[in-house]
Nanobody, 122 residues
Framework: QVQLVESGGGLVQAGGSLRLSCAAS????????MNWFRQAPGKEREFVAA????????YYGGYVKGRFTISRDNAKNMVYLQMNSLKPEDTAVYYC???????????????WGQGTQVTVSS
């Protein structure tokens, strides 16, 4: 079993940066693909980024590509999301999720955290 706890959210001005962290517990963390997804009030859940278990492949939603970077440190059981050039439309609760398969946007999440709020002011 994997437990996930997100942190690093906050209030930032448009054009600013934030780095989200996701701390995972469980000895099998390194065998999971990790994902970030987000949900804004009144909107559907939206895929943001994914990284495979070996840290050799990443995939991004089109609206964040070039601005966000996902990374992981299996030795520390951590996943990160570096967010640059933030826009007001990036405002949402951001979640990390673990999936057994690296099939971005399609693989179901076996585990996910409680989320961290990101608010981007214009």
């Amino acid at each position: 079993q994997v437990q996930l706890v997100e942190s690093g959210g906050g209030l930032v001005q448009a054009g600013g940066s934030l780095r989200l962290s996701c701390a995972a517990s469980g000895r099998t963390f390194s065998s999971y693909a990790m994902n970030w997804f987000r949900q804004a009030p009144g909107k559907e859940r939206e895929f943001v980024a994914a990284i495979n278990w070996a840290d050799t492949s990443t995939y991004y939603g089109g609206y964040v590509k070039g601005r966000f970077t996902i990374s992981r440190d299996n030795a520390k059981n951590m996943v990160y999301l570096q967010m640059n050039s933030l826009k007001p439309e990036d405002t949402a609760v951001y979640y990390c999720g673990a999936s057994r398969l690296f099939v971005p946007k399609l693989a179901p999440y076996d585990y996910w955290g409680q989320g961290t709020q990101v608010t981007v002011s214009s």
